[in-house]
């Protein structure tokens, strides 16, 4: 069991790392040797761990993704709130990781640019990683309108309109350089209030 423990520690510490290498060098310019150099080991012990360095990156981007999920899968099955209430936490929520995942999102960006500047479609990637946050979000505004929560909107605009507040918290937290995304936080709190029935 220690085993397992350790080999999640290393991987973990070799996440941190790179995340270092590649806001220090760019995507593109970040290399799996350059990330065992920092790490204090071999290539050939870091290929244990990551097969190439978009391995590493995709593993950080799943490993956020997935305590994404687990978070608003709390707060969907939180029977103690109401509709409008599940969608402006897990929006929230949202943003507070996107706040403490700055790093990561900066390194995001550096891929996207990195993608269009080789003829590659980054609205591919991007709309692949986030199809199922939009459609968690179009799926509680249709249980806010259906128990007469929320009114009767189009969920496709509305889904629209809270997937751009959470880009608008990106480009402001990773090229803007700002502290926080509580403006938008209070944005879409608005923004939910004026859809609220109750």
């Known amino acids: 069991m220690s085993i397992v423990v350790e080999h999640e520690k290393r991987r973990r510490e070799i996440l941190e790392k790179a995340l270092d290498i590649f806001m220090e060098e760019g995507f593109e310019n970040a290399t799996f040797q350059k990330i065992a150099d920092l790490c204090g080991i071999t290539r050939t012990t870091l290929y244990i761990y990551f097969k190439n360095k978009r391995d590493i990156f995709n593993y950080s981007i799943k490993q956020l ?5 687990q978070d608003i ?4 099955e939180n029977t103690n709130l109401n509709c409008s209430d599940k969608l402006l936490r897990v929006i929230s929520l949202i943003l507070d990781r996107l706040e403490e995942n700055r790093r990561l999102l900066r390194v995001i960006l550096d891929f996207l640019l990195y993608l269009s500047k080789n ?3 980054p609205e591919i990637r991007v709309r692949r990683r986030t199809l199922r946050l939009r459609h968690i979000i179009a799926t509680m505004m249709i249980e806010g309108i259906r128990s007469g929560e929320i009114k009767a909107v189009n969920v496709r605009t509305a889904d629209d309109l809270f997937y751009s507040l959470i880009e608008s918290a990106i480009f ?3 090229v803007l350089k700002r502290p926080s995304a509580r403006e938008l936080k209070q944005a879409v709190e608005l923004t939910i209030n004026q859809l609220r029935l109750i």
């Open 172 to 174: 402001r937290l990773v």
């Open 73 to 76: 899968s709390g707060v969907r």
């Open 119 to 121: 003829d590659a479609d």
């Open 65 to 69: 993704l997935g305590v994404l999920e």
